[in-house]
């Protein structure tokens, strides 16, 4: 069966600091893998995604992505936080038409 | 173009009561999933439409079901509401089943 693990529950950093958030995955077959963030009383917005080709993904605000096919991860990283980065964050992979299946998520926190 | 909509954004039951809740996809999307959002499960697949068939199904009891029209709009009914079916009900739509989610801002549903 397929699943998503997303290491850490809560990750906080300093503005400006290197974002680093965890995601490793477990499937039978090539999958298809997502970021997407959520806001407080939102729903989710997508970050990125792979599906096939380049293994880096760039995506939007300055987050990117890369597939590691031998550790099955895609870590989730930005250069410089900004204060308005804090949200939750969700890994999901797709292996199934119309389904994703989701880590737990890691919610980031931006300290002044 | 108009992201997906659902109605209402929130609704308050009692136990035994039934729910509907109503998702407007993208216009030119067909597929309309749906998702469990709770602080305890995390998000989890209900389940997926394509031209108006149930594709894909979750784990959820038989008294979760949905719906979807011609026009792609879909529905999601639960029945006989229990107490741990408050959560945020997410739905996304997708051009075909196997391309980006785009999702909606849920319905926050809070069983008493």
């Known amino acids: 069966a397929q699943s998503v693990t997303q290491l850490g529950s809560h990750v906080s950093v300093s503005e400006g600091a290197l974002v680093l958030l965890r995601c490793n995955y477990s499937?039978?077959?090539?999958?298809?893998l997502f970021w997407y963030v959520q806001y407080p009383n939102q729903g989710l917005q997508l970050l990125l995604k792979y599906t096939t080709g380049a293994t880096l993904v760039k995506g939007i605000n300055g987050f990117e992505a890369e597939f590691k096919k031998s550790e099955t991860s895609f870590h989730l990283t930005k250069p410089s936080a900004h204060m308005s980065d804090a949200a939750e964050y969700f890994c999901a992979v797709s292996v199934e038409g119309g389904k994703l299946i989701f880590g737990q998520g890691t919610e980031l926190s931006v300290k002044p | 173009k108009a992201g997906v909509t659902q109605t209402p954004r929130y609704l308050i039951k009692t136990r035994g009561q039934q729910v509907t809740l109503s998702c407007s996809p993208i216009s030119g999307h067909r597929s309309v999933s749906w998702y469990q959002q709770t602080p305890g499960q995390g998000l989890q697949f209900l389940f997926e439409?394509?031209?108006?068939?149930?594709?894909n199904k979750g784990n959820f009891p038989g008294r979760f079901s949905g719906r979807q029209f011609s026009n792609s709009r879909s529905e999601m009914n639960v029945s006989t509401l229990e107490l741990g079916d408050s959560a945020l009900y997410l739905c996304a739509s997708s051009v075909s089943r196997w391309d980006t989610q785009y999702f909606g801002p849920g319905t926050r549903l809070t069983v008493l």
């Open positions: 439409y394509f031209s108006e068939t149930q594709r």
């Open positions: 499937s039978s077959v090539p999958p298809y």
